[in-house]
């Protein structure tokens, strides 16, 4: 199975932040990676695929890069909206989830 | 838009099966590969299988051979069944929507499970 690992966990910031978070797979899987976004109660809502590629209407201050075994998605001048957590998963190989992200107040 | 919407029973007791529907509207059953994912408390999501308008069926093997999954295209549903479930398959039970990206496109809004007796 491909590992997928998230860091921080937890991540404090405030609008206007830039903030950047990392996931690593424990193996290679190309350009093979999406983020999403979950509020509480809701489903994941689909960021970014293909690691770099920003879904339609997804504002433009995310942005996603990387390849092989390490990514990062950065979200450019936090907004109150981005507040939420947020999910790697590779499709190189199956479909794994990291462990999330939690953006919150600082 | 396709939309999607999760049905069935919120409490199960140990040893027994668990089944949920996701009810598709706004567009073909044909048109996607139709996942279950789900989520426990404080856990990361998992994929537990998918399936074609075909019957086509791709299961993750953590859930060896506890899981099935069925398409009905006259009603625009697939199905889930879990069977042999303990605490540990309490969780929020997603369907989701795979296109040609192979990525969830679209989800449904979850539905709480617990299994208890």
């Known amino acids: 199975d491909i590992q997928m690992t998230q860091s921080p966990s937890t991540l404090s910031a405030s609008v206007g932040d830039r903030v950047t978070i990392t996931c690593r797979a424990s193996e290679s899987i190309s350009s093979w990676l999406a983020w999403y976004q979950q509020k509480p109660g809701k489903a994941p809502k689909l960021l970014i695929y293909?690691?770099?590629t920003l879904e339609s209407g997804v504002p433009s201050r995310f942005s996603g890069r990387g390849s092989g075994t390490e990514f990062t998605l950065t979200i450019t001048s936090l907004q109150p909206d981005d507040f939420a957590t947020y999910y790697c998963?590779?499709?190189?190989?199956?479909?794994?989830f990291g462990q999330g992200t939690k953006v919150d107040f600082k | 838009q396709v939309q999607l919407q999760e049905s069935g029973p919120g409490l199960v007791k140990p040893s027994e099966t668990l089944s949920l529907r996701c009810t598709v509207s706004?567009?073909?059953?044909?048109?996607?590969?139709w996942s279950w994912i789900r989520q426990s408390a404080g856990e990361r999501l998992e994929f537990l299988g998918r399936?074609?308008?075909?019957?086509?069926?791709t299961y993750n093997p953590s859930l060896k051979s506890r899981v099935t999954m069925s398409v009905d295209t006259s009603k625009n549903q697939f199905s889930l069944k879990l069977n042999s479930v303990t605490a540990a398959d309490t969780a929020v039970y997603f369907c989701?929507?795979?296109?040609?990206?192979?990525?969830?496109?679209?989800w449904g809004q979850g539905t709480m499970v617990t299994v208890s007796a």
């Open positions: 399936i074609y308008a075909s019957g086509t069926t």
């Open positions: 989701a929507a795979t296109g040609t990206r192979d990525v969830f496109d679209i």
């Open positions: 293909k690691s770099s």
């Open positions: 998963q590779q499709y190189n190989n199956f479909w794994t």
């Open positions: 706004g567009g073909s059953i044909s048109m996607y590969y």
